[in-house]
């Protein structure tokens, strides 16, 4: 293969080329590995495809060569002036995207300025305006970015057993650097049967419905004490000056109340607990490092660089803090919240048997972290989204009207303009733009064939706001979500939005994020809690709404006005 004329290379090309397939073959092993056979055959594919970038220059139109692609022929036939022929499928390489440059792909375009990881979101919009609805990009490996929703539904939707999504590799280089404190795996980055022992035995307790319909009295409480904690904050104006605080506060006292059974105080007084602030702000900074690992060299990978040791410093503090209030719950003898299917959920990680115990506990640090991250993110979004309209507001407040102190059960399941509200914040303003995972059998998607092994990115948000899948899809309406009723309360018209399946803010199928329901739970009573007592006017630039995912100490501001 390597003599044939239409594939021209030399020296200096041919060893990197080797170390290349070296170092990617161990990579996929040691990362997901579902097919090896098939994921060999990609990794040729794109070497191949590498020498041929030697020879004959990049942009974004790669013609390749029938002789230099291994090219798979579809089923159907397609006529022309000379009559019938057998079309080739395209390869993955013929995808349209970014010039890709020899050993570094697509990256120049953050070592150039011309896109930036504090608008990751906007760098996919102007990738899917610019090419269209799949676009490839090269990093260590091909990554292809689907923007069409129905190959999105196909990846989303195949039937896998156990879906492969790939790790975050500078999670597990961490981790596997300090063995005395993590084990083997762990069910962020775990995959195949450890992965599912993994879930079914730490979050079974967080995804019961009767376990969490019985923590609502107890999240009824943080809400009131959330509520006067917002108003003893408040500046003389009503301002919030900085609400991830608060949310931060309110997203670790619910999961530490619901995983661990005991309150931590942290909205009941009004002293600063430097402890508690060091932990949002490694929480928060972890996220920002984690999103950079992605992007430039990754020399982190090989010495410990700037953005290396950052990340580090916060797991540091994360592991430490949380640990503390996890063995601070273990000796307590008396635990402030009473029921017991809230405290079992805690206890039945740590008597679990086939886990070890670093197991359990960075399970039990994993759900924390991850909870208060998304608590507050979500919640910010939701108010931002709501903060537009003070007739959503009051129809918010007007649905727990009847509600003089305790929110049931029973109402949250008929709040049904609130769940809209809900739902279409998740749509216009999702904490987590896309969803990667790794195909297991061979794809064709838009015309490309896809081999097994290939990474996919399903940019849900991008897709979420096109009008090709929802009517007015830049603006926030709930009444979309909602069915008409006549006056005999029968449904006479149900809303369909052709979108409506990739409205996924928390995943989809088994890999989908076990903490969904309980975060429903808290929007709901959060925002029922917020609207029976404020107005609320959102004070930060619009702008300020996603870059603050990417920059730790941008302040949100948002006014609470009492309600009259």
């Known amino acids: 293969m390597l003599d044939d004329p239409c594939c021209p290379f030399d020296r200096t090309m041919s060893v990197t080329i080797v170390l290349f397939y070296t170092f990617v073959t161990l990579f996929m092993f040691l990362s997901y590995n579902p097919k090896p056979k098939k994921i060999i055959e990609s990794i040729r594919s794109f070497l191949l495809h590498l020498l041929q970038l030697n020879g004959g220059g990049a942009d974004g139109s790669h013609h390749s060569s029938a002789s230099c ?43 150039t300025g011309r896109q930036r990881y504090s608008k990751v979101h906007e760098a996919f919009l102007d990738l899917h305006r610019r090419y269209g609805k799949i676009v490839l990009d090269v990093d260590t490996v091909p990554i292809v970015n689907l923007f069409d929703r129905s190959d999105m539904e196909k990846v989303l939707k195949y039937p896998s057993r156990y879906p492969f999504r790939p790790p975050t590799e500078i999670i597990e280089v961490y981790r596997r650097s300090r063995p005395d404190r993590f084990g083997v795996t762990n069910l962020i ?25 019985s923590f609502i009295p107890s999240v009824n409480e943080i809400c009131d004490d959330f509520v006067d904690l917002v108003r003893r904050q408040r500046a003389e104006d009503g301002t919030i000056r900085n609400f991830q605080d608060i949310a931060n506060s309110v997203g670790l006292e619910i999961i530490c109340c619901l995983v661990l059974g005991r ?27 984690i999103s ?74 994993d759900l924390i972290t991850s909870a208060i ?26 649905e727990f009207s009847h509600c003089a102190k305790s929110i ?65 899809a830049d603006r926030f309406l709930p009444e979309r979500w909602l069915d008409q009723h006549d006056e005999n309360q029968n449904v006479v018209y149900k809303r369909q939005e052709p979108g409506a ?5 928390f995943g989809i199928g088994r890999r989908m994020c076990p903490g969904q329901k309980i975060v429903d739970i808290e929007l709901t009573l959060l925002v029922a809690k917020i609207f029976q007592n404020f107005e609320i006017e959102y004070r930060s630039p619009l702008d300020t709404q996603f870059q603050f995912l990417l920059a730790p100490r941008t302040p949100i501001e948002i006014r609470f006005r009492d309600r009259q």
Not at 448 to 464: E, K
Request: charged share 25%; proline share 4%.
């Open 69 to 111: 692609n291994a090219t798979n022929h579809g089923p159907e036939d397609e006529g022309d002036d000379e009559g019938e022929r057998v079309p080739q499928v395209k390869s993955i390489w013929e995808i349209p995207g970014p010039r890709r440059l020899p050993l570094i792909g697509t990256k120049w375009l953050y070592f």
């Open 263 to 289: 309150r931590m105080g942290y909205l009941t007084t009004d002293r600063r607990n430097e402890k508690f602030i060091r932990l949002a702000e490694a929480v928060k900074e972890s996220f920002v490092h």
């Open 501 to 505: 399946p990739i409205v996924l803010p």
């Open 189 to 213: 980055n775990a995959q195949g049967d450890k992965w599912h022992e993994l879930r079914l035995k730490l979050t079974s307790g967080i995804t019961s419905r009767r376990i969490l319909q």
């Open 292 to 365: 950079k690992s992605y992007y430039g060299f990754k020399l982190w990978k090989y010495v410990p660089t700037r953005l290396y040791r950052n990340f580090v410093r916060c797991e540091e503090i994360i592991y430490d803090t949380i640990a503390e209030i996890v063995y601070e719950a273990l000796e307590e003898e008396q635990l402030n919240c009473p029921d017991n299917d809230v405290k079992h959920i805690f206890i039945s990680i740590l008597q679990t048997e086939g886990l070890d115990t670093k197991e359990k506990i960075s399970g039990i640090i």
């Open 373 to 398: 991250e998304t608590l507050s993110n979500t919640l910010s979004f939701l108010l931002h989204n709501l903060s537009q309209s003070v007739e959503h507001q009051r129809a918010i407040a007007h």
């Open 408 to 472: 049931t059960n029973d109402d949250l399941v008929s709040a049904s303009f609130t769940k809209a509200c809900i739902q279409e914040s998740y749509r216009i303003s999702p904490t987590t733009p896309c969803l990667a995972r790794i195909l297991e059998e061979d794809f064709q998607l838009s015309g490309y064939h896809l081999q097994a092994g290939t990474l996919v990115l399903c940019h849900t948000r991008v897709a979420c706001q096109s009008e090709d899948n929802f009517h007015q």
